[in-house]
């Protein structure tokens, strides 16, 4: 099946339809891999992989191998058995390249999410005269707005003058790609650092990161990504796009479990700067000599030169698990594809119900565009919105909720189908009908 083909036919909001698409979807099958949540003897239409992704089957099986390990080998398992925890992140590298467009050795699973960004931050924000400042995007995920002030009070300096919010113009929801690359060319040598989600947590808008990147160095500064809401959702190209930095969680729309590990990008052409600061660890330390344990830190190699601590065995057995399943899937494109698709059908049914309703009960704040947006739609209800969620939720559909005023809907190609949009359509208008007419 051509998807692209398929799209260009319009939609229908019938189950008919729905049924014919999945039929013909070759990621169909990838369903069966995870694990979903119940409710009332039912699964759950699980719209909410871009806050926690579901769980693999393998899931299990994968962490009971780890345990065996550490059962029969103990310490030994650091360098013994089919797969020694000493070089476990390796395997994992390479899966992950591909998600990121990235070189293997530009990656590396470690830490968690805003402890990565801490520690990229002190090697790649480097305030210096009167090139210190950050700019940034108006209303970031809290994780990385706290970290970007105490990076900037750590340098000590007030976040009020260091950083540079964009925002969107007066009336929209979203930035607009010329107001970023103006406001950046405008403060040209004071940024220090350009930093932005890959996309925003609220509005699922995905910024135009190569464009952002090229006007970033344009002013001279560096350019970081956080891309927890884009790794696993939409294909990047980190490397060609000459991305400095970036990091990512792997519990999204990467299904690695609660609390699960994060990876680093850095671009190659950083590896031989000594002057960057690193904040080290012994595991950071230059893998061949590791044990000689040594004075005076050597860096290992490419982005395995900035681990801090020993390898997190067990929580990257688990990303792994996971990552398999995107290799299994033929990773981003094909993925890509279909989440272009469900999502637009997304988009189509929500517009539906609206005509059905008479009027636009659900205003959608997430770009039309698929170049602009990944698998998330985030909309406002015109009234009750939390009285419709919670609806949702008692029917078996969980999408989530962010204050104040969104409900946020994620289709997740790996494991959502045609027909859960079509079934969460029909719920969605029965709610509106009781409650609006
Ligand atoms: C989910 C998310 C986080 C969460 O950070 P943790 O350190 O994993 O708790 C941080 N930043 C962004 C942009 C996120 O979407």
Redesign the pocket.
């Given at each position: 099946m051509n998807l692209d083909n398929e799209l260009e036919l319009n939609f229908e909001r019938t189950i008919e339809y729905a049924k014919h698409m999945d039929h013909a979807d070759p990621l169909g099958e990838l369903r069966k891999d995870f694990l979903f949540p119940q409710q009332n003897g039912r699964p759950f239409i699980y719209l909410c992989g871009n806050s926690l992704g579901l769980q693999p089957k393998a899931a299990c099986e994968v962490i009971n191998v780890q345990l065996k390990s550490w059962e029969n080998m103990a310490v030994e398992g650091w360098f013994q058995g089919n797969a020694p925890w000493m070089f476990y992140h390796k395997t994992i590298k390479e899966m992950i390249a591909p998600i990121v467009g990235a070189k293997p050795s530009e990656v590396c699973p470690m830490n968690?999410?805003?402890?990565n960004l801490h520690l990229l931050m002190v090697s790649f924000y480097k305030p210096s005269g009167k090139r210190y400042k950050i700019i940034m995007e108006a209303g970031?995920?809290p994780?990385?707005q706290y970290a970007v002030e105490s990076q900037v009070r750590f340098h000590g300096m007030d976040p009020a003058d260091a950083i540079i919010e964009v925002s969107p113009r007066e009336g929209e929801y979203t930035l607009r790609t010329e107001d970023v690359i103006a406001q950046i060319s405008e403060h040209g040598e004071e940024i220090a650092l350009v930093l932005f989600?890959g996309i925003n947590?609220f509005t699922g808008q995905w910024f135009d990161m190569e464009a952002i990147t090229i006007a970033g160095h344009a002013a001279g500064a560096i350019v970081g990504f956080?891309l927890?809401?884009a790794a696993g959702n939409v294909p990047m190209h980190l490397h060609d796009w000459g991305v400095d930095f970036a990091c990512w969680?792997s519990y999204?729309y990467q299904n690695a479990g609660p609390g699960g590990i994060?990876a680093i990008f850095v671009h190659e052409k950083h590896f031989e700067e000594r002057s960057l600061n690193r904040l080290s660890g012994w595991w950071g330390y230059k893998e061949s000599e590791r044990f000689k344990m040594e004075k005076g830190f050597v860096p290992e190699y490419g982005a395995d030169g900035w681990q801090v601590s020993c390898t997190q065995v067990i929580p990257m057995a688990l990303y792994h698990a996971s990552l398999s399943l995107f290799k299994k899937a033929g990773y981003m494109e094909p993925l890509r594809k279909k989440s272009i698709a469900l999502t637009s059908y997304l988009f189509y049914t929500i517009n539906q119900v609206n005509l059905a309703l008479g009027e636009e009960y659900y205003k959608i704040i997430t770009p039309l565009n698929s170049s602009d947006r990944g698998a998330q739609l985030s909309m406002i209800a015109k009234q009750d919105g939390k009285v419709v969620f919670e609806h949702l939720v008692a029917n078996n559909v969980l999408g989530d909720w962010r204050e104040p005023n969104v409900i946020r809907l994620s289709p997740v190609p790996l494991y959502n189908s045609f027909e859960d949009i079509y079934v969460a359509g029909n719920l969605l208008l029965e709610i509106s009908k009781k409650l609006f007419k």
């Open positions: 968690t999410l805003t402890v970031a995920f994780s990385d989600g947590y956080d927890a809401h969680c999204k994060s």
